[in-house]
């Protein structure tokens, strides 16, 4: 590929590119809602509070995310900057291409641009002391945030900067102050996350004709970053200067004496490079950004396929008919706040895994070599221990077909370039990060293969799956295999590995069994039972095993943190997590209503939030559910397996209530790149699904008057809440199609049918309605409808 650079070859993989980030990037159809539904999304939602979202621009699972950082006294100490913003903040410290939306942990922040009026300072400065760094203050009532345009006025120099983007392109417009001097910052020191070391090589380069490429390795929460980029002027430069400041050595790029042309070639490399360009401030400067996993030259060739003018308007025009269309997927009716909720939840959805492949279809894996996609569209930012509860399965019913069988085929790839053999974990630029637990790109995979999704080698998937299960050396997989548990007196937080490699075997065991591999499906039905071997019928929690057997001691239920039996909770919040057999929890309890009175005493018990003040991520609290945090996200719907759907609708409601609002600070937790958000949109619409794998949907209780669903078949699903209103939020009676509708549960290929699901709601709870214990939904314990 490197040498087949001429017109007729590089005109076709510059075509097959476009059209690859096309297919990638746009819905089968869209409906004449996507203007409206584009109105009502507020992109603070989010940045506030504990939700770690960024405002910033952006297209549907683009691999640039153009947003501003705002400043903090210490990014090495920046949990709650994960995304770069914060709403309470008011200082900017620039604007970088990369960002997580909603993550825990973080990184990126890569190649931070600042528009400056007058003198240059190279560092960002004390927050106490306004204009002693190159950050400025800002106000909100001089901001915009839209689905792909972000816009505010950076006070301390009158700048207005405008962003907009493509899939691998970050467009900026800066309209400075007249009089003064104008200049653009770039910092490739600064990142999320920040330490000194953090970056282990960069390089800057000004060539010929202004077009100012480079690159950087970090060793951040990835080691071994790469990220390269390209960046043109729509002005000519007066003149230039690269620093590093680490060995305080300046470049300067203005012309020497008898020179013709300001636009010297320049380069430098180091690890704390910064760089500040020249312009004329009479009129705006466009600046076009673009990055490459791969090499400059692939950004530049990025830039040249995605940005080939100088259309900022352009740009943002084509970045928001994206939003529309892909937001028409669902035309939700309600008032203007369920609206702009809905509407900006399922934006949310829409953020991750994001792209993370050139135009000619190469990208860097986890070996950090270069490889080729052939015939599909790699993703990473696969945050898989949260993504796989709600948010895939979202897109396995809203979405065409290709979009999942993409993620899958990214997800085989990484597999066979991984220097150890497994599926990703928690990966991102290609790169695993080997956070939290579980092997949940296992359930992602066998979702899209139960619902039959194809366009990618089952064989080859069965194979990687298993081959994620059976990998001894990672989290005590060797120990429960071998004990079928996983032993806290060798491996931490062991009760929760032992609930969660118990899911991820139920579901190997359903591909196995629909592939006809019987002696696979056989092993892994019998793992997937594993959970009984974490269960204490004397205190009715999941504890901690030993090696020998026995549970550990002393036991505390409320116990929780690093090194404990669970991971990011506590009894509490694990020991309901056996979606795979509700049926079997229900029976090891003793009976329905002693299981019930335990969720009870859970959402029921008063509890200081400050017990949970070393553990950031447990938050969103209602007694001691904590949905600020995946594990518990099911819960409410387990009131349905019982029986009693009645329960589960009160408790959505306070939840919905409590953990979500229409403003910056409405998510109670991380968003954990869309998955708070797909819960949101799961349970608005009515269904939720508690079993990836299974193909079903538990009913708890619609949330909006009337929403469609215009599927990817060209088939519509509308759900109709008649009676829906603050006093009447029971479900009294359903019908589908115009039948009757007595069960807790849809599957997936009603929905993807098309049809009608019509709700009569009620003030009072309707104790008859999907009470037939015989009619709940599927579980190990209970036959398959």
């Known amino acids: ?145 839209q689905p792909g345009y972000y816009a505010v006025t950076l006070d301390d ?89 680490e060995q305080d050595v300046p470049y300067r790029g203005f012309p020497p004496p008898g020179a013709k042309d300001p636009r010297q070639q320049a380069q430098i490399e180091g690890r704390q490079l910064v760089a500040a360009f020249d312009f004329d401030a009479k009129k705006p400067l466009l600046v076009k950004v673009s990055i490459s996993p791969v090499s400059e030259d692939n950004a530049l060739a990025n830039l040249d396929a995605e940005a080939p003018n100088w259309d900022f308007d352009g740009a943002r025009i084509a970045a928001k008919k994206q939003w529309s269309d892909a937001l028409s997927e669902v035309d939700a009716q309600g008032d203007a706040t369920q609206r702009k909720a809905f509407y900006t939840a399922l934006y949310h959805t829409m953020l991750g895994p994001t792209l993370f ?91 899209a293969y139960m619902k039959g ?36 007196d060798e491996e931490g937080e062991a009760a929760s590995k032992t609930l969660e490699y118990a899911f991820d075997d139920w579901t190997i065991a359903q591909v196995a069994q629909k592939m006809g591999k019987s002696d696979v499906a056989a092993e892994f039905s019998k793992r997937a039972a594993s ?52 049926a079997g929890l229900v029976a090891a309890h003793g009976g329905a209503d002693k299981l019930l009175g335990m969720l009870d005493a859970a959402f029921d018990a008063k509890v200081d939030p400050k017990i949970f003040a070393h553990m950031e991520d447990i938050t969103g609290l209602i007694g001691w559910y904590a949905h600020g945090n995946e594990p518990g996200h099911h819960v409410a719907y387990l009131y349905a397996y019982a029986g009693q759907p009645w329960r589960t609708q009160a408790r959505l409601k306070q939840i919905m209530e409590s953990q979500y609002a229409a403003r910056p600070d409405g998510l109670a937790g991380n968003d954990d790149v869309g998955e708070m958000s797909a819960w949101y949109v799961f349970t608005a619409l009515g269904f939720y699904p508690v079993t990836p794998g299974s193909n079903q949907y538990v009913i708890g209780r619609p949330f909006l008057p009337r929403a469609t669903l215009n599927l990817p078949n060209g088939k519509r699903f509308t759900v109709i809440a008649d009676g829906l209103n603050e006093k009447h939020g029971y479900i009294g009676s359903a019908t589908l199609n115009g039948k009757p509708l007595n069960r807790a549960y849809l599957t997936h290929q009603e929905i993807i049918a098309g049809g009608e699901l019509r709700f009569t709601m009620q003030k009072e709870p309707n104790k008859n309605w999907a009470t037939d214990t015989t009619q709940l939904p599927y579980s190990m314990s209970s036959p398959s409808p």
Not at 51 to 63: E, L, Q, R, S
Not at 111 to 129: A, F, N
Not at 394 to 401: A, G, R, S, V, Y
Request: net charge neutral; with cysteine.
């Open 1 to 145: 590929m490197g040498q087949a650079r001429n017109g007729a070859h590089r005109g076709h993989w510059l075509a097959a590119g476009l059209l690859a980030g096309l297919a990638a990037l746009s819905p089968a159809h869209a409906a004449g809602n996507g203007d409206a539904a584009y109105a009502a999304v507020d992109p603070f939602i989010g940045t506030g509070g504990e939700g770690h979202t960024y405002p910033g621009a952006t297209v549907p699972w683009g691999m640039v995310q153009l947003s501003p950082d705002t400043q903090i006294k210490s990014r090495k100490d920046g949990y709650g900057w994960a995304a770069g913003y914060r709403y309470d903040d008011h200082t900017i410290v620039g604007f970088s291409h990369t960002h997580f939306s909603g993550t825990g942990h973080s990184d990126l922040g890569d190649v931070l641009l600042m528009p400056i009026s007058g003198d240059v300072k190279l560092e960002r400065g004390d927050i106490d002391k306004p204009g002693s760094g190159y950050t400025s203050r800002f106000r909100h009532a001089t901001e915009i945030a």
């Open 157 to 245: 120099y009158g700048v207005r900067a405008e962003l907009t983007a493509s899939a691998r392109v970050g467009w900026h417009r800066y309209t400075f102050a007249q009089g003064k001097p104008a200049h653009v910052l770039i910092d490739l020191r600064t990142s999320m996350y920040d330490y000194p070391g953090k970056v282990s090589w960069s390089r800057l380069r000004v060539r010929d004709d202004g077009t100012v490429t480079g690159f950087r390795e970090t060793r951040g929460w990835a080691p071994g970053r790469q990220l390269y980029f390209a960046m043109k002027f729509s002005q000519s430069m007066s003149g230039h200067e690269l620093h590093d400041t």
């Open 357 to 447: 492949m050139d135009v000619d279809g190469r990208y860097r894996g986890p070996d950090n070599a270069v490889h080729q996609a052939n015939g599909w569209t790699n993703y990473s930012t696969f945050s898989l221990w949260d993504t796989y509860r709600g948010l895939h399965p979202l897109m396995t019913l809203l979405q065409p077909p290709q979009r999942t069988s993409d993620i899958v085929n990214s997800l085989l790839a990484a597999r066979r370039e991984s220097p150890y053999g497994i599926l990703p974990v928690w990966a991102f630029n290609g790169l695993e990060t080997w956070c939290m637990i579980g092997y949940h790109a296992v359930p992602v995979i066998a979702d």
């Open 453 to 488: 999704i194809g366009g990618f080698d089952a064989n080859e998937a069965l194979q990687a799956m298993v081959a994620s299960a059976d990998y001894g050396p990672y989290g005590g997989i060797k120990q429960y295999r071998e004990l079928g548990y996983v032993p806290i």
């Open 531 to 582: 959970w009984k071997n974490a269960y204490d019928p004397s205190t009715g929690f999941m504890r901690a095993r030993k090696r020998d057997g026995n549970f550990r001691e002393p036991f505390d239920p409320t116990a929780s943190g690093y090194g404990s039996d669970y991971t990011e909770g506590n009894a509490w919040q694990y020991s309901w997590y056996v979606p795979q057999d509700v």
